[in-house]
């Protein structure tokens, strides 16, 4: 590896990333097999998804004159994010910081400054979850992990609790030869059997329409007590399929980072936005959030602090 790569892994180690890799910006490895998902509508009410389908076949498209795909994996904790009553949301929303996107964004512009001292001419665009590229498939082509049985890059000594970003560059950086980590799950089917709406229909093959990470974000309608009982005591998102995982430690101690489940009930727009306007809680919005929590207590689940902490 040259020393303009060693130097951008460097910061990027430096800097909190636990997984860096380079590849070219070619047609990704699992590009059939997601528009076959996309052609079997597994993707549920994500239309988007299967939109731009021509950037996601050649990621060179993200950017004129790209010839390198930086790919990174920033992580998150793994300690569980309680309400004051002891109800939880996903690891991922870390509802005390920034949304991801903007702090993943600001690491990944250093990076994009460190090279561009090299060549002020060159251009480089940066993605972090938003952006029409199979970002786990570049992830895994430049060496990062493997793709688990539940569709998640897993990182070995790491796990899976990370956010993924890249950077598209017109600087034609090294890429290393890489050994593509084989599947290393082997005859394991946790979180096959840990999920508990049974979206993961078989290894590597999720039904989004019943995953409650969609029916609790992204799903515009509000879920009923069934799905309510299947949440247990998490009101956004869903690790359920991590947390099965044996690659993933589990920190054992929890953070009270929110208010109670009734503060938040009784929450006007104007608060939630003060509070969590900057977090990844506004995607799903304070009224999906309330119609979230108020699923799990007709559900008849107990949510007292007793129970879940």
Known sequence: MNDLNQKIVKMAIDSGFIGIGFSLPARPLFFDQFTSWISAGKNAGMSWL???????????????????????????????ILTTDGLMVSRYSSPDKDDYHLRVKRLCKEIVNLFKQNDGSCSARICIDSAPVLERSMAYAAGIGFIGKNNMLIIPGSGSYFYLAEIFTSMALEIPAVRRMENQCGSCTRCIEACPMAALETPF????????????????????????????????????????????SIEKSNEILLPSSNEILEMQNEEFIRKFGRTALKRAGLEKIKGNINAIRTSGVRNDRERWV
């Open 50 to 80: 299967g939109r731009n389908i021509n950037l996601r076949e050649d990621p060179s498209l993200m950017l004129e004159g790209c010839r390198t795909v930086i790919s990174l994996a920033y992580p998150y904790s793994s300690g569980r």
């Open 205 to 248: 093959a999720i039904d989004a329409s019943r995953c409650l990470s969609y029916l609790t974000i992204e799903y515009k309608g509000q879920v009923g007590s069934m799905e309510g009982r299947r949440m247990g005591n998490c009101f956004l998102g869903c690790d359920r399929c991590q947390e099965a995982c044996p690659f993933n």
